[in-house]
């Protein structure tokens, strides 16, 4: 598209252009807006797309502009399982992360107009696989309940009377979460922070208190010091 043909490949801005892009995509298509899955609104009028792009490049330069980045910062991403990184110590101050919701959706699927759209995947379900809090994970159940502390147990246990499948997705969820807990607690300094958002949810009238679980996890990880504050998310449009 025209992002392609006129931003150079090697250009340190192609892909800021098609994150804004990804940003328009809903508002800009007749998908139906409170839908994740695939459904066509015949009463809805598309934002005009020019004008939605210049918007939320404008949003995207004005965030940019407030944050103050030295030439000195020493910036590494990297798209790896953290489970699976080797770690020789400990060497983090700052520990700022937003897991996923077990059994609240798969997030595959909410970026699939994005991933179809930008050419990541022919099928977006291929990427499903291998995500936290997914169904689509091949993994041993009896093995993941005798590793659950008591509050993932618990919550699995109730699952597993409505829903076995949710159940072992949940299950593998809340090992995974336990492993990274322990795994942040190992790299950070001594008199360091982890910031853990993290929100509860329902499924089938069983609480899935995500929140106490994290808790748990990260007392037997050997956290100190540990506080919870909540707060009120307002309803936002989930984006495909």
Excluded at 17 to 40: D, R
Excluded at 100 to 126: C, G, I, K, M, N
Excluded at 147 to 169: C, H, M, P
Aim: charged content about 25%; aromatic content about 12%.
């Amino acid at each position: 598209h025209s992002i392609n043909e006129t931003v150079p490949p090697k250009s340190k801005y192609r892909k800021f252009f098609l994150s804004a892009f990804s940003n328009i995509l809903k508002p800009t298509s007749v998908w139906l807006t409170k839908s994740i899955k695939p459904q066509v609104d015949p009463f809805k009028k598309p934002a005009d797309v020019m004008e939605s792009f210049t918007k939320q490049v404008k949003m995207m330069c004005d965030a940019n502009n407030e944050n103050v980045l030295t030439k000195k910062t020493k910036i590494k991403i990297e798209n790896i399982n953290f489970l699976n990184k080797k770690i020789n110590g400990s060497f983090v101050d700052l520990i700022i992360t937003s897991p996923p919701y077990v059994t609240s959706y798969e997030y595959a699927d909410l970026h699939q107009l994005s991933t179809l759209w930008l050419d990541f995947a022919e099928d977006y379900r291929s990427l499903r696989e291998g995500t936290i809090g997914s169904l689509y994970h091949n993994s041993n159940f009896a093995k993941d309940i005798k590793e659950l502390n008591k509050t993932g147990e618990k919550i699995v246990f109730q699952l597993y009377n409505y829903d076995k499948r949710k159940a072992k997705s949940a299950a593998k969820y809340f090992v995974d979460i336990q492993k990274s807990v322990y795994k942040a607690f190992d790299i950070l300094n001594g008199n360091s922070l982890a910031f853990f958002v993290i929100g509860n949810t329902e499924y089938k009238s069983v609480r899935i208190d995500n929140a106490k679980h994290l808790v748990e996890s990260m007392m037997l990880a050997g956290f100190e010091g540990i506080e919870v504050t909540k707060r009120k998310i307002s309803k936002k449009i989930l984006t495909p």
